[in-house]
Each structure stands twice: as C-alpha cells, then as structure tokens.
C-alpha cells in the first residue's frame, strides 16, 4: 500500500513538474531589451537608373570615357550592430556590401575593365512586433553610399553621398541568444552628377545569423 502511494506521488510529482516546464518555454519572453551583432549573406542589385547616369557618376572620379552598365547583380554581404531599447524600438549600424559595377574604362591608363564597388553605412531606427519566437520588422534611416573605382594600376578613387535607406524583414530566435533573418535592403541615392559620385539605388536580399548579448 505505502509503495502504491509512493508511486502515485512520484508520478504526479513528475506530471506537475513537466507541465511547469511547458509553461515556463511557452511564457518565455524572447524580443525583450539588449544588444546584438549579426551578419548577413544573400544576393543585390545596383541600379543607375541609365547609362548618362553611369557615365556622370564615373566622371566625378576622372574617368571621362567609361561604358557603365545600368543594372548589375550578384553577391553581397553585411555586418550588423544595435541595441533595443524594449522589445518594440531600437537603433542600429549596418553595413552592407552591394555587388560589383562592370565598367571598361579608356584614355587614362589605356583600354581595360574595371569595376565600381558601392557600399554603404546605415543609421537605422527599427520597429519591431514580437510573435512568441518570431518577429516582423521595419527599420528607417540615413545611408552614407561609398563607391570607389581603380582609375589607373595601383591608384584607387572613392567617394560618397548621402542615401534614403530602408529595412523590412522577420527573424527567428531558437534560443535566448540567437537568432536567424531574412530581409531587404534598399540604399536610395538618386541620380549620378559629376559631383554626386554615390549615384543610384541598390538592394540587396539576405539571409543573416545574429547574436543576442
């Protein structure tokens, strides 16, 4: 009789302890306040809009007889940081990578392709809505668009401007600490003058990793 009732109070203690865990993973509060640094792999598009775009763009830099392409694509990378203030608003600094322009450059070092390569620094702020592990976001901010160009063997040339730049996108936490995305990036500069080097719109897709501290 006493190990029958030993029994029952074992097994009932077993059942309340496992619907106390349950509950404990189901209230799990995962979007709360904190920083983070995450990473971003996927795939961009630059766009100048026309090839006079392209070719005032080039020009800022000395580059007076280029055939710029008006569209490109291909690999693009990041590098994330930033900080919510509670689980629905915070500000990061982004970094983004955007693929390759192909240009042929002629009259300064002789015939021979190049390439543009634009980049940009970002100041977001970000809205968030939390879904149990899962989140929607929207961020908002001021792009500075880098792009540099060899104009002759061994010389570089950069410059930059400024940028509208836009997030949206959803993430994943399957821990406390970390967590996968997918999102769209979009760097907005207008169109290329002989003064405005950072010249046209870029985006990119990606898949990212992010750490929680």
């Known amino acids: 009789m006493f ?16 619907m106390t865990a349950v509950a404990d993973y189901g209230n799990t509060d995962y979007y709360g306040k904190g920083a983070y640094l995450g990473v971003d792999l996927g795939y961009g598009m630059d766009n ?17 007889t280029p055939t710029v392409t008006t569209t490109d694509s291909g690999f693009a990378f ?20 955007y693929p390759d322009y192909k240009i042929t450059v ?6 021979y392709s190049s390439s543009l390569s634009p980049s940009a620094l970002n100041f977001f702020v970000t809205g968030r809505y939390p879904i149990g592990q899962f989140a929607v ?3 908002l901010g001021y792009g500075y668009l880098l792009e540099s160009v060899p104009v002759v063997a061994g010389v570089t040339a950069s410059a930059g401007g400024s940028a509208f730049a836009v997030a949206v996108g959803g993430d994943y936490k399957f ?10 990036t979009g760097d907005f500069g207008g169109t290329g003058s002989a003064t405005t080097a950072a010249a046209g719109n870029f985006n990119a ?3 990212g990793f992010t750490y929680y501290i």
């Open 3 to 18: 190990k029958k009732m030993l029994t029952g109070v074992a097994a009932t203690a077993l059942v309340l302890t496992s």
């Open 48 to 64: 100048f809009g026309s090839s006079a775009n392209g070719t005032a763009a080039a020009a800022a830099y000395g580059i007076t």
């Open 78 to 97: 990041g590098f994330n940081g930033g900080y919510f203030f509670n689980k629905y608003l915070g500000a990061e600094f982004n970094y983004i990578s």
């Open 106 to 111: 002629t009259g300064l070092d002789g015939a």
């Open 137 to 139: 976001f929207a961020q």
């Open 175 to 184: 821990t406390q600490h970390m967590g996968v995305d997918l999102k769209w």
């Open 205 to 207: 897709i990606t898949a």
